[in-house]
Nanobody, 124 residues
Framework: QVQLVESGGGLVQAGGSLRLSCAASGRTFSSYGMGWFRQAPGKERDLVAAINWSGVSTYYTDSVKGRFTISRDNAKNTVYLQMNSLKPEDTAVYYC?????????????????WGQGTQVTVSS
C-alpha cells in the first residue's frame, strides 16, 4: 500500500511559479512510475506529466512543455512538479499518482494509488 500526500498548491498570478510536492509512504517508491494529473471544473482529469522509476524518462502534455518540469528524489520518496510561467488555464486540482510498474504511464487507469489533490489557482 502506498499513500501519497500532495502539497505546494495555492493562488498565484499569471506568469508566476509554484512547485508541487508529493510525498509517498512505503519502501518501494523507487520502483514506481509517477504522474501528475489535473482536473479543472467541469472537465475530465488529464495527465500533465509523468516520470519513470529512475527519473530518466519523462512525459509532458503539449500545453505544459517548456513550462513544467517533473522530477523525483527517491531518497526522499518525493516527486515534484515545478510549474513556471503559469497561465489561468492551468487552474485545476492537481493529483499525484503512482503505478507499480516503473515505466512512464500515460493512462490514469494504469495508476494504482492517488493523492487527495491540491488546488492550483492562477489569476489573470
Amino acid at each position: 500500500q502506498v499513500q501519497l500526500v500532495e502539497s505546494g498548491g495555492g493562488l498565484v498570478q499569471a506568469g508566476g511559479s509554484l512547485r508541487l510536492s508529493c510525498a509517498a509512504s512505503g519502501r518501494t517508491f523507487s520502483s514506481y512510475g509517477m504522474g501528475w494529473f489535473r482536473q479543472a471544473p467541469g472537465k475530465e482529469r488529464d495527465l500533465v506529466a509523468a516520470i519513470n522509476w529512475s527519473g530518466v524518462s519523462t512525459y509532458y502534455t503539449d500545453s505544459v512543455k517548456g513550462r513544467f518540469t517533473i522530477s523525483r528524489d527517491n531518497a526522499k520518496n518525493t516527486v515534484y512538479l515545478q510549474m513556471n510561467s503559469l497561465k489561468p488555464e492551468d487552474t485545476a486540482v492537481y493529483y499525484c499518482a503512482a503505478r507499480s510498474r516503473g515505466a512512464v504511464g500515460y493512462d490514469e487507469r494504469r495508476y494504482d494509488y492517488w493523492g487527495q489533490g491540491t488546488q492550483v489557482t492562477v489569476s489573470s
